[in-house]
Nanobody
């Protein structure tokens, strides 16, 4: 089993930055594609960003392109999400997820991710 723990959430003013971290334990995730999703109150959980097993391919939701950057440190089983120029509409609970079955590329489909963290709250105030 894989356990994922997110950290780094908080309250910032619009235009500010936060860096989320996802630490894995129980089993290495260095061979898994990884993703970040978010869920705002009353809305569906949506894809934010994803990164391939090697880190060579990344994918982003249109709403965060140019502002968010996903990266991974396989030696430490950690995935990061750098969030810049935050907007009030970025406010949500952010979840880290692992896709163990994908050998190539990244999926934006939440149902293809088998392991999830507990989430961390991000609030960007206007």
């Amino acid at each position: 089993q894989v356990q994922l723990v997110e950290s780094g959430g908080g309250l910032v003013q619009a235009g500010g930055s936060l860096r989320l971290s996802c630490a894995a334990s129980g089993r290495t995730t260095s061979n898994y594609a990884m993703g970040w999703f978010r869920q705002a109150p009353g809305k569906e959980r949506e894809f934010v960003a994803g990164i391939s097993r090697s880190g060579g391919l990344t994918s982003y939701a249109d709403s965060v392109k140019g502002r968010f950057t996903i990266s991974r440190d396989n030696a430490n089983d950690t995935v990061l999400l750098q969030m810049n120029r935050l907007k009030p509409e970025d406010t949500a609970v952010y979840y880290c997820a692992a896709d163990p079955d994908r050998r190539y590329g990244v999926s934006s489909n939440r149902y293809e991710y088998d392991y999830w963290g507990q989430g961390t709250q991000v609030t960007a105030s206007s």
